[in-house]
């Protein structure tokens, strides 16, 4: 195999969504495994629809994921520009090749032209398609055209016999009949060119060896199939990867969840997990084997192994996913990964003392086993930081509400209150005590307890809390509860 050469080649409309960051990831592991170039090039000749905001967004995704890139923006590369708009020039020229050898022509048909013919052709039962009428004006009737004022797009002159056969490294062979495939504009009337022309253009001069991309281009590689051949250029390898379909079988959109790679981001997840959840949309090594690191997926990744059914996105599994991760990372790891979810929350100050930094480390071990998402802690972690936490009410109406928490309650206060530390060996005791006296088992006297403190039926071991809380909050936070009490009296 010559060298590798792929692209990842997004329009910038939008964020970088979960199917744009998988083709890319796909890429990059292509390019990665066989040590080629993976290139990034911005489609951007959708002037009304392209910002800068999203080429910042899409970027952005892909250095959260990790997916960095050999060739395009910020990076430069010896094929550049990497951005269409910038490469206007390059696409005139070849025009003017496929015109001169008799394979483009100007086409000066208004809208309400074409409509009619579509109209006629639909009366009569026939395939709708250009007719192909502007392919021999004489310079005349251009000139007439002209001075009109009508602005002419561009048509390639199609091959309209035999067939166009895509060889898809996915599905096989996929045939097209060239009596379907129409003289298509390559150049709008804008003077800007079309995605299946710029795409040939581009994909040819920047060498590109392996097209990966989303099964959606199927229709539209035939067109450039015809292209490359006209314009004399080799012919890449084509892989079209299946869709991805949220839990009702259908498109993966909005409707589903979150689709923006930065919103993940923002809501908690690893870009490590994403990857790996990513790389198995579609891709698989052997059943048995869900989680991959990084190395493990350039190593292990080949195209051969990619499916030609419709992927579907299980949110469910990718938190678990992501859950595992976070019990890999080291606690100053983890740190770093939810120390600005706390910040945001003003749970803690931007810049900790050394002794802040060490409470929060101790908050956030108890943590790190229970979050599926880093965004998690700062609920779970609320009343570690600040008195002012909310009840859980089912929680609260549930274990308070029983008859024997007062009681409990006022004995644990009692005892909790003579304690001279918040240690292991000076709370057995206490409990121990509570116990005997009440004839109940730790839980049921823990349960009220653990519900006065952090305001809910869920939370790390009784004890750690405890000693982080510590003794005069505990205190005032069994008063508080047994206030609540006395008040559904
Ligand atoms: N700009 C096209 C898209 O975002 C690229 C398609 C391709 O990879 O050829 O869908």
């Known amino acids: 195999m010559s060298k590798v050469r792929v692209r990842f080649a997004p ?37 009304a629809r392209s910002t800068e905001e999203s080429v910042r967004g899409i970027l952005d995704g892909m250095r959260f994921l990790g997916l960095d890139w050999d060739e395009g923006p910020e990076v430069g590369g010896e094929y550049g520009p990497y951005f269409q708009t910038e490469r206007l020039e390059l696409y005139h020229k070849y025009v003017q090749q496929l015109m001169e050898a008799g394979r483009a022509y100007e086409c000066f048909c208004t809208p309400e032209e074409l409509e009619a013919q579509r109209q006629a052709q639909r009366e009569q039962k026939l395939d709708i398609h250009y007719d192909g009428r502007c392919r021999h004006l004489t310079e005349e009737q251009k000139g007439a055209y002209r001075a009109e004022g009508r602005k002419p797009v561009v048509r390639f002159v199609s091959e309209k016999e035999g067939q166009t056969e895509i060889p898809d490294l996915i599905r096989g062979s996929v045939v097209f009949q060239n009596s379907q495939i129409d003289d298509f504009v390559i150049v709008k009337s804008d003077g800007v060119p079309t995605y299946n022309y710029a795409v040939v253009i581009d994909d040819a001069l920047m060498e590109i060896t392996h097209v990966v991309r989303g099964e959606d ?19 890449p390898e084509f892989a079209h990867i299946p869709m991805i379909l949220g839990s009702d079988k259908t498109r993966l959109s909005k409707r589903h969840g979150a689709t923006s790679v930065m919103q993940f981001h923002d809501e908690g997840y690893l870009a490590d997990a994403m990857v790996n959840y990513l790389a198995l ?8 084997q869900t989680l991959f690191s990084r190395d493990e997926l350039i190593e292990k990744f080949s195209l051969e192994r990619v499916s030609k059914n419709p992927a579907v996105f299980d949110f469910q599994k990718l938190q678990w996913m992501n859950g595992v991760y976070i019990r890999e990372l080291t606690l100053d790891e983890f740190y770093d990964h939810a120390f600005p979810h706390l910040q945001k929350a003003g749970l803690v100050p931007a810049e900790p003392s050394e002794e802040e930094q060490q409470l929060i480390k101790t908050v ?5 086993s229970r979050v599926k998402l880093i965004s998690e802690v700062v609920e779970m972690s609320r009343y570690f930081f600040t008195d002012d936490f909310p009840y859980n009410e089912e929680a609260v109406r549930k274990v308070l509400g029983k008859g024997d928490a007062k009681g409990v309650l006022e004995y644990l206060r009692a005892a909790l209150a003579s304690v001279s530390s918040f240690s292991h060996e000076e709370l057995e005791p206490v409990f121990n005590g509570a116990m005997e006296e009440f004839d109940l088992k730790l839980g049921k006297v823990i349960q009220p307890l653990r519900v006065a403190v952090t305001g809910t039926n869920v939370s790390p071991g009784i004890y750690e809390v405890l000693e982080i809380v510590g003794q005069q909050r505990t205190l005032a936070r069994i008063d508080r509860a047994l206030d609540w009490i006395a008040q559904g009296e």
């Open 11 to 47: 329009s910038p409309t939008g964020f970088l969504h979960v199917g744009g960051a998988r083709t890319a990831l796909y890429n990059w592991l292509f390019a990665r495994h066989h040590g080629g170039t993976f290139v990034l090039r911005i489609e951007d000749t959708d002037l």
């Open 364 to 368: 956030l071990k108890e943590l790190q």
């Open 281 to 288: 949309l579609g891709w698989g090594y052997d059943d048995s």
């Open 217 to 235: 281009h199927i229709p539209n590689t035939p067109k450039q199939i015809q292209l490359y051949k006209a314009l004399g250029f080799p012919i």
